[in-house]
């Protein structure tokens, strides 16, 4: 009879193997693949296909997004993943332990050049850059006081008359 691993065993044996990333990404990047394909099988209305290194990086950027939200780029570094050639050492590591099917035409060079994780991960959550007014625009934003906003001229006013004392 023969035994036949289960997916935990294979990935004990890659991570055993390749010590780089946590068994967590592992099962990130998986989670990913499924989330890009679900994504493009609604876009394409039903059509299973394969996917692209390219298509998988910006799926698996938007699960990132959706899961860990501003924690994205620090939980992925945690489990090694501070780039997009991570991802495809990962997918390639999967595929030579046949817990992924490659084509022909796939490669790690695919994964390269994809995004910067800063922009990727980090910049979504930043505050919009906002520019200074030159000094300009300042000055056509100050009116003139009317005699009608004496009262907030910054000039003590007289003190009204009381028949208090």
Known sequence: MIHRKSYDEVLD??????TRYHRDAYHFVREGLDY??????????????HI???????????HALEEYGPMAMMVLSEWGIRRCEDFG????NMVE??????TDEDTRD??????????????PFLPPETTPPSPESAQRNISPLSDSDSGRSGQPS????????
């Open 97 to 102: 332990h046949e817990l992924l099917a490659k």
């Open 89 to 92: 050492e990962i997918v390639f």
């Open 52 to 62: 692209s290194g390219q298509e998988l990086l910006g799926g698996m950027r938007s």
């Open 158 to 165: 007289e003190p009204e008359a009381s028949d208090k004392q």
């Open 36 to 49: 890009t394909q679900q994504s493009i099988s609604k876009r394409e209305e039903g059509a299973v296909r």
């Open 110 to 123: 695919d994964f390269s050049g994809g995004y910067d994780f800063e922009d990727a991960f980090r910049k």
């Open 13 to 18: 044996g890659i991570i055993a193997e390749d």
